[in-house]
């Protein structure tokens, strides 16, 4: 059995932190956000080959996840030679895979879930399915592009951006799907071609057995700064059950190789990892992540921040809930406001506000 990831979006949401670091990679904690995905297909025994649909900075994606070995999988790239579009990248993924094939399992490259996905693939089979896609509901469909089904289970209906008065429920697509790889033959080669406005609509319309299974339970799309940022939170109030908080929810998660000196104030939940510093006086607030080799100097203040590795909060800075990539620089007395986003090697200068 064999899964494709689709990862070949420029993160242009997520950007400036995507300009050097493709969104598949971006680490969520000491993480890369794949890994995450990748450990949900560990779950399906069956699932002996992943297929990585690339076409935004390949190489630095295959640079982090390699061959799989030290994961227990055997990762595959395809890259396409042109966005391709949902479905031409799936077509384009399929057509590298190796040896035989049963249903294909496809993830969008923004998903974070913990879905049941042996149960997903049950259904499936149950049904005898020609694909089979998981809904999620939404708080506001209107954002969205609902999925109707019938009384069976069955979808019946797609319905982009919908007003008010076209809303009969309240499940969209989760950017998960099981597909009969047969059932790939209508995507033309090599050409644009959206799996949502082409494939989807052409099973409906042909009568096919085109199953829904409806997941309840957490779903995310991280491909914005509040969407990512969130990711962490959830995590670290064990929303989410994953490393480095499982279990541990609501604490301070300090790694052993840290240092944090005394007279430092640790409040939690909070992540602090190998060859960072805290000097004495200062104060890491809660929901705040500082990466490797973060450096928070005497009589700081980081406060909700998450700073990717190697940034240096200088003494007397007080950081609030921002993103700042790798190499960063805060200056002595400076001040960042909530909801700034700040790309690697950024500098703010001493007794500088932003």
């Given at each position: 059995?064999?899964?494709?990831?689709?990862?070949?979006?420029?993160?242009?949401?997520?950007?400036?932190?995507?300009?050097?670091?493709?969104?598949?990679?971006?680490?969520?904690?000491?993480?890369?956000?794949?890994?995450?995905?990748?450990?949900?297909?560990?779950?399906?025994?069956?699932?002996?080959?992943?297929?990585?649909?690339?076409?935004?900075?390949?190489?630095?994606?295959?640079?982090?996840?390699?061959?799989?070995?030290?994961?227990?999988?055997?990762?595959?790239?395809?890259?396409?030679?042109?966005?391709?579009?949902?479905?031409?990248?799936?077509?384009?993924?399929?057509?590298?895979?190796?040896?035989?094939?049963?249903?294909?399992?496809?993830?969008?490259?923004?998903?974070?879930?913990?879905?049941?996905?042996?149960?997903?693939?049950?259904?499936?089979?149950?049904?005898?399915?020609?694909?089979?896609?998981?809904?999620?509901?939404?708080?506001?469909?209107?954002?969205?592009?609902?999925?109707?089904?019938?009384?069976?289970?069955?979808?019946?209906?797609?319905?982009?951006?919908?007003?008010?008065?076209?809303?009969?429920?309240?499940?969209?697509?989760?950017?998960?799907?099981?597909?009969?790889?047969?059932?790939?033959?209508?995507?033309?080669?090599?050409?644009?071609?959206?799996?949502?406005?082409?494939?989807?609509?052409?099973?409906?319309?042909?009568?096919?057995?085109?199953?829904?299974?409806?997941?309840?339970?957490?779903?995310?799309?991280?491909?914005?700064?509040?969407?990512?940022?969130?990711?962490?939170?959830?995590?670290?109030?064990?929303?989410f059950p994953a490393a480095p908080f499982l279990g541990r929810a609501g604490e301070s998660v300090v790694h052993p190789e840290a240092r944090v000196e005394e007279g430092a104030t640790i409040v939690g939940p909070c992540f602090i990892d190998a060859g960072a510093v805290v000097k004495r006086g200062a104060r890491i607030g809660p929901y705040t992540v500082l990466g490797r080799h973060t450096h928070v100097g005497e009589g700081a203040v980081v406060e909700g921040a998450v700073l990717w590795?190697?940034?240096?909060?200088?003494?007397?800075?007080?950081?609030?809930?921002?993103?700042?990539?790798?190499?960063?620089?805060?200056?002595?007395?400076?001040?960042?406001?909530?909801?700034?986003?700040?790309?690697?090697?950024?500098?703010?200068?001493?007794?500088?506000?932003?």
């Amino acid at each position: 059995m064999k899964a494709i990831l689709l990862a070949g979006g420029k993160g242009t949401r997520l950007r400036p932190l995507t300009l050097h670091t493709p969104k598949p990679i971006v680490p969520i904690f000491d993480r890369p956000f794949l890994q995450y995905q990748l450990d949900l297909l560990r779950q399906v025994a069956e699932i002996d080959e992943v297929v990585l649909s690339l076409n935004y900075q390949p190489g630095r994606i295959e640079e982090v996840f390699g061959n799989g070995e030290a994961l227990g999988l055997r990762l595959r790239y395809a890259v396409e030679p042109s966005p391709l579009g949902t479905g031409g990248a799936i077509k384009f993924a399929a057509s590298q895979t190796s040896g035989e094939t049963g249903p294909i399992v496809v993830f969008n490259g923004d998903v974070f879930t913990s879905v049941d996905l042996p149960a997903v693939i049950a259904l499936h089979r149950a049904r005898k399915a020609k694909a089979t896609i998981v809904l999620t509901p939404v708080d506001n469909p209107t954002a969205y592009g609902l999925v109707e089904t019938d009384e069976a289970g069955n979808v019946s209906a797609f319905v982009e951006k919908p007003s008010a008065d076209q809303i009969r429920c309240d499940t969209i697509n989760a950017g998960i799907y099981v597909l009969e790889p047969e059932t790939l033959d209508r995507i033309p080669a090599e050409t644009v071609y959206s799996i949502e406005r082409g494939y989807f609509p052409s099973l409906v319309q042909n009568g096919e057995t085109f199953v829904a299974y409806v997941y309840r339970g957490y779903w995310l799309d991280i491909g914005t700064p509040e969407k990512y940022r969130q990711a962490h939170r959830d995590i670290m109030d064990g929303r989410f059950p994953a490393a480095p908080f499982l279990g541990r929810a609501g604490e301070s998660v300090v790694h052993p190789e840290a240092r944090v000196e005394e007279g430092a104030t640790i409040v939690g939940p909070c992540f602090i990892d190998a060859g960072a510093v805290v000097k004495r006086g200062a104060r890491i607030g809660p929901y705040t992540v500082l990466g490797r080799h973060t450096h928070v100097g005497e009589g700081a203040v980081v406060e909700g921040a998450v700073l990717w590795p190697n940034s240096w909060v200088e003494c007397e800075a007080h950081v609030g809930a921002t993103l700042a990539g790798r190499h960063c620089h805060f200056g002595r007395h400076s001040r960042v406001s909530d909801g700034t986003m700040f790309g690697d090697k950024s500098v703010v200068t001493d007794f500088s506000q932003v």
